[in-house]
């Protein structure tokens, strides 16, 4: 059975800082990874998808990597902003058909 | 182009009470999932549905049921509703039935009192 895990829970950084966000899972059979960010009382935002044979993808000031062999995930986040400032999940597709499970989180703030 | 897009966007009921909410995908995907998230918590699997057919379903009783239409719109239908039934409910559509990118609605936020 597949579990998600962050770390850590919460976080709260001055403006500026580059930011390393980790997740694992226990399975490493997994599809693909991706990453979210939720704004309070919102939907998720997909940030980056990582297919299983990747290694990791760059989206802006955003980099997540994926090492299957020991179970992590981290997300890098460039000189991070206010605006930064969410909920960042990570999921795990394990089998297909977007059956995702989710890690509970790392709740973000980054002041000014 | 429109997102996914969820109705109602807010929601209460009495225990006991039925309720449905709707989904429908980004247009071409095939593919829609739901998935419930309690406050402080990552969202949980309940049901995914690709070509109008159940392909996965998670760990949740069988009061909860879903559908998906020849438009592959989806609905989520709980019954007999519990208090522990409060949460967002979430619809994620992608274009195919799995190794593609997810895209979420802003949710459906079911309060049971």
Not at chain 2, 58 to 64: E, I, L, Q, S
Request: charged share 15%.
């Amino acid at each position: 059975k597949q579990e998600v895990t962050q770390i850590p829970a919460a976080l709260s950084v001055p403006e500026g800082e580059n930011l390393v966000l980790n997740c694992s899972f226990t399975d490493s059979a997994i599809y693909n990874l991706q990453w979210f960010r939720q704004d309070p009382g919102k939907g998720l935002t997909s940030l980056l998808l990582i297919q299983s044979s990747q290694r990791e993808q760059t989206s802006g000031r955003l980099n997540a990597s994926l090492d299957k062999s020991s179970g992590r995930s981290t997300l890098y986040i460039a000189a991070s902003q206010p605006g930064d400032s969410a909920t960042y999940l990570c999921a795990a597709d394990s089998g297909g058909y977007n059956k995702l499970i989710f890690g509970a989180g790392t709740r973000l703030a980054v002041h000014p | 182009d429109a997102g996914v897009t969820q109705s109602p966007t807010h929601l209460i009921k009495t225990r006991g009470q039925q309720v449905t909410l709707r989904c429908s995908p980004i247009s071409g995907h095939k593919s829609v999932s739901w998935y419930q998230q309690v406050l402080g918590q990552g969202p949980q699997f309940i049901f995914q549905y690709y070509e109008k057919e159940e392909r996965g379903r998670g760990n949740f009783p069988d009061r909860f049921s879903a559908r998906q239409f020849p438009n592959y719109s989806s609905e989520l239908n709980v019954n007999a509703l519990l208090l522990g039934d409060s949460a967002l409910y979430l619809c994620a559509s992608s274009t195919d039935r799995g190794i593609t990118e997810a895209f979420f609605g802003q949710g459906t936020r079911l309060t049971v009192v």
